[in-house]
């Protein structure tokens, strides 16, 4: 009579072990993959992932060091349409000689309707240009924009 009970305490054994090995793998998953591949900061499209990791960040002095000089120095200050959050993926980039614009998806979230959160996308472009010899931001989205140029203070 001791032979049934072996059984499903084995089977109770093998399903815990199942369950924790992907417990393991999600965590893995969710920890690893999450990070962005950092690209070469020198690049236009380093130079654009540096800038918006700084205003999602909050950080509006390195984001401004990104930009043309005379921008940086003298605009208008904006405050970033951030939303609840926002991601953005690179998309692809033209690049000239003195010239680059640089194409992203912006993706933002906001709110909470009956189901889950709403998301809003937007195509856009990143125009830089070199200036001293290293990439500088020209134009950015307005959804990503710490100050406008055309307006001064």
């Not at 417990?23 to 130079?47: H, I, K, N, T």
């Not at 930009?67 to 349409?81: G, R």
């Not at 009956?114 to 990143?126: I, R, Y």
Request: proline share 7%.
């Amino acid at each position: 009579m001791d032979a049934p009970s072996v059984k499903p305490d084995r089977t109770l054994v093998v399903v815990l072990a199942v369950l924790a090995a992907l417990v393991v793998v999600a965590s893995v998953v969710v920890f690893v993959g999450g990070e962005p591949e950092e690209l070469d900061p020198a690049s236009p499209e380093g130079v654009v992932q540096r800038y918006t990791e700084a205003v999602i960040d909050g950080d509006e002095v390195a984001a401004r060091e990104l930009l043309i000089p005379e921008d940086a120095d003298d605009c208008f200050h904006l405050e970033p349409y951030l939303g609840e959050g926002v991601r953005v993926t690179l998309g692809s980039t033209r690049e000239d000689d003195d010239s680059a614009d640089v194409e992203v998806l912006i993706v933002t979230t906001y709110g909470q309707g009956p189901f889950g959160a709403d998301e809003s996308q937007e195509e856009a472009e990143f125009r830089l240009v070199r200036a001293g010899g290293e990439w500088r931001i020209e134009t950015a989205p307005w959804t990503l924009a710490v100050c406008d140029p055309s307006v001064t203070p």
